[in-house]
């Protein structure tokens, strides 16, 4: 007699279990014209919105003066697991304590090589580089790749790295 | 109603009046013959469209919707696609075995179409044993499959086949045997044009009660797994025999298997609307004069795919909601539960029957 009641008790829970999935489904659908998720891409270039923490390809900043922060340390070429990262430099005498310091010639980037680790960007002290959301790279020839970040003529500026990082 | 009987019978006498009565009859099967195949593509056209949008809402997705307006054309698109491929078959395939087998998989369905009534006098084959004949011509289609994956020389498409086979020659018992049978003592024939005239009261669901709803319930699930649909799909199993008995397929041939698949689910889906849900029937409330006369005025047809749609809708609601079942806990749904349920339910349904207790 138990095992009557334990066969049909099981069928009926078998049963009501379906269907509570069922109901959840059929919320979905019920609901899914307004909530759909799917970004149609090239349509809505002008009103994508990225997570935060989303990593395209690396820039240095600049502000209106044409300065940038970098001064040219290498820490990022170092930390770099892959050497997409190059840093072209020289050595000039400091005008106003005539020390000898390193100054940026060229901030050679191979985006082909980089693997977006992030790992630049956390260690340089100055933070001159970063990750912006510009993610479409493609380009028809390799050697496009291949980028100088710091804008031509740019100039590394003590005031803007204090500006920008506060007394850290 | 409108009596399409009257419309075949002029075209009849309009052909009667141009040519002899043996070319008369050629004319006749070729028209048929042309307008079942038309049928048989749109529908596989449009199932296909429609099962992708309805699974990407489903998901919270779009779905296909970028050829033509709201993708409409996409299928029409995969056709011509699916008829350009190169038809590819592997080294030491069983050449004529595998060409034959999805014209077994593809006949089955197109037979059975036959029998279909989809309006008043709209029945190409009407015949006094149709709910026998579909039992008996929808085995065919298991051929087609075993031949499938024996011929096409690949370990993987040979289990899902024989997976097929035991799926379908288990499931069939319960859905013709008890679930059918059921409504069949009820209705008193097995004619499917009858069956849709003993429902003029209402539907048998709701008429034949508790035994009925039991068989509507046991027919819905058996359905599925007749036409190895999530989540009895592990002839295909993607993830563990690739596409299953026809992974060897390609081009028209894979379209065939594709095909029928979906057609197959309209027909499971055409059956219970016409024996469950009183098929190309309008629907009455009684006491309701004015609303029944409204009623009265949509077309057969059109009641017909109505209802017919909203049990594909339930189809591919299982299919989404459902995850896959392993062999054997299919075969244990199949003979320790739905078949005794079903056999006890035919008892009740007789019972039901002798003391008279139908609405």
Redo the contacts between chains.
Sequence with gaps: MNAIINYFSE?INGGIT?LK??G???K??VR??K????Q?YPDNRDTLTFGDRFRAQLFMEHNEENQNRCDACQTCETVCPNGSIEVVWHREADPETGKKKKVLDKYVYHLGMCTFCNLCVLACPTEAIKMNKEFETAVYDRSELTKVLNKPGSKFSQDYVDKTIGNK | MYDFSKMTGAIHEWLSSLMPSVLVTTVEWILIGVVFLALFAILGLVLVILERR?A???????GPNRVGPQGMFQTVADTVKLLLKELVSTDKVDKFLYNVAPFFVIIAPLMIMAVIPYGLGLTAYDINIGLFFVMAISSIGVIGILLAGWSSNNKYSLIGAMRSGAVIISYELSMGLSSLLAIVLLAGSLNLNDIVMSQEAGWWLFRGHIPAVIAFIIYIITGTAETNRVPFDLTEAESELGAGFHAEYSGIKFAFFFLSEFVNMFIIAALAATIFLGGWLPIHIPGWEGFNNIMDYIPGPIWFFLKTGAIIFLLM??R???PRLRIDQILTLEWK?LLP?SLLNLVLMAFVVMMGWVF
Excluded: D, K, S
């Design positions: 069928v379906l999935g069922m959840i489904t059929g979905h659908f899914a014209p909530e759909i998720i799917t149609q | 309805i990407g809402f489903f998901q919270f997705r779009l609601w299982f989404w909601t459902f539960y349920i």
